[in-house]
């Protein structure tokens, strides 16, 4: 599976953004999902996940409730809305996948073998 994440760009605080994950391969839709970001000087941080079929969510605390992780398995893409946005939510934010025979979710960077580049979000106060 290769991942190719866009949408990033540069907002003003409290605006918003929806980032896209495009995946190429037959097993996109058996594959759980997951959007991480890391701002510079800092480790990569869990930001949501998403199951194969999309009925399970998880999210960092930091996000909830502002961010929204959905998929599309017709169109091989998973989403990342996300709303009232603040500058520490600057950061490049990475698409991740893993193929799975049930509908876990997960949320360290070690459980997911596929990453996509990642794509700029700037928050400015």
């Known amino acids: 599976v290769q991942l190719q994440a866009s949408g990033g760009g540069l907002v003003q605080a409290g605006g918003s953004l929806r980032l896209s994950c495009a995946a190429s391969?037959?097993?996109?839709?058996?594959?759980?999902m997951g959007w991480f970001r890391q701002a510079p000087g800092k480790e990569r941080e869990f930001v949501a996940t998403?199951?194969?079929?999309?009925?399970?969510?998880g999210y960092a605390d930091a996000v909830k409730g502002r961010f929204t992780i959905s998929r599309d398995n017709a169109k091989n893409t998973v989403y990342l809305q996300m709303n009232s946005l603040k500058p520490e939510d600057t950061a490049v934010y990475y698409c991740?996948?893993?193929?799975?025979?049930?509908?876990?979710?997960?949320?360290?960077?070690?459980?997911?073998?596929?990453w996509g580049q990642g794509t700029q979000v700037t928050v400015s106060s």
């Open positions: 991740a996948g893993r193929n799975v025979n049930y509908g876990s979710t997960y949320s360290l960077p070690g459980e997911y073998v596929y």
């Open positions: 391969g037959r097993t996109f839709s058996s594959s759980a």
């Open positions: 998403v199951s194969w079929s999309g009925s399970r969510t």
